[in-house]
């Protein structure tokens, strides 16, 4: 794609463009044989693996939960090419995962999993399985349940109003504990460890970039590369080329991790000994 100015430097993760469309605002640094003001589209499944590529076996990139709003700038073959309103974050879902219909969200799930049943009733066979953070419409109650105005009931216990949010959010990561590292992931089903920062952060009130590396630029206040572990206190973020890690507490670190395969906490020590002898070191450390 012919480009212009500045338009080499764009991200391709967050800005829309391709070498046959652009998004309409980026048309003074993209030069593109179209461009699409794109239209405002809704997540309506538990969740949509967004990928690089339209095809089912490209990389996860990230995943759009339940309610997220995104602009769809293009439908093919059964893909959406989108960029999600939350991170701006680009890239493909499928297109049956969207809808038409925006509801405004007056509710947040706020357990790791939450299931939709097709009335007030445990026992019934659910309909689907609802994440952490997942945005919902609730049309009404009965009976200890929450109605959906897309449909089901979930249980009141697993939902809070949307302006509701967790005090802590390191509690919210710890909930993760076990649960499997997948890139690219979001949820209790799979996690990765600049996923495990921003679900956490965002059920806090507060969002967060999707990547590492943008975290590390923006997130809190930089306490610099060279540090004094002693120092560090529950809460701040450590950084390595491509990870991220949660301190706990003093001296424990909580993350996603690729060689644990899942998240874990372990001593903070053990970890900066182990990654620095794969010949990577602390590139930032932020304070929230």
């Not at 493909?92 to 219909?101: D, H, K, N, S």
């Not at 089901?152 to 967790?166: F, K, S």
């Amino acid at each position: 794609m012919s480009k212009t100015g500045n338009a080499a430097e764009l991200d391709p993760r967050f800005h829309a463009y391709r070498d046959d469309l652009a998004a309409a605002h980026l048309e003074d640094k993209v030069k593109a044989p179209r461009y699409e003001t794109g239209v405002r589209r809704q997540v309506v499944a538990p969740s949509a693996c967004l990928r690089r590529e339209p095809r089912h076996d490209a990389p996860l990139a990230t995943e759009a939960l339940m309610g997220e709003i995104l602009v769809l700038y293009d439908e093919s073959e059964g893909w959406a090419w989108v960029q999600l309103e939350r991170d701006d974050y680009v890239g493909y879902v499928p297109y049956e995962a969207l809808g038409m219909t925006l509801r405004a969200p007056t509710h947040r799930v706020v357990a790791l999993r939450a299931f939709v049943f097709p009335g007030p009733d445990i026992k019934l066979p659910p309909l689907a399985a609802l994440n952490l953070n997942s945005a919902l419409t609730v049309s009404g109650e009965r009976e200890g349940f929450l109605e959906l105005a897309t449909g089901g009931m979930v249980h009141t216990r697993q939902l809070a109003a949307w302006d509701e949010t967790a005090d802590d959010f390191v509690a919210v990561a710890t909930r993760f504990l076990g649960t499997p590292y997948l890139w690219g992931g979001r949820t209790a089903q799979g996690i990765d460890c600049s996923g495990l920062v921003q679900i956490a952060l965002e059920a806090a009130g507060e969002a967060a970039p999707r990547d590492s590396d943008v975290q590390a630029a923006q997130l809190g206040e930089p306490l610099g590369r060279t540090f004094d572990a002693s120092q560090l206190v529950r809460g701040d973020l450590l950084f390595w080329q491509g990870h991220v890690g949660i301190m706990a507490d003093d001296v424990s670190l909580l993350h996603a991790s690729a060689h644990h395969m899942a998240t874990v906490v372990e001593p903070v020590g053990e970890a900066l000994t182990r990654i620095s002898q794969w010949g990577a070191e602390v590139s930032a450390v932020r304070r929230l």
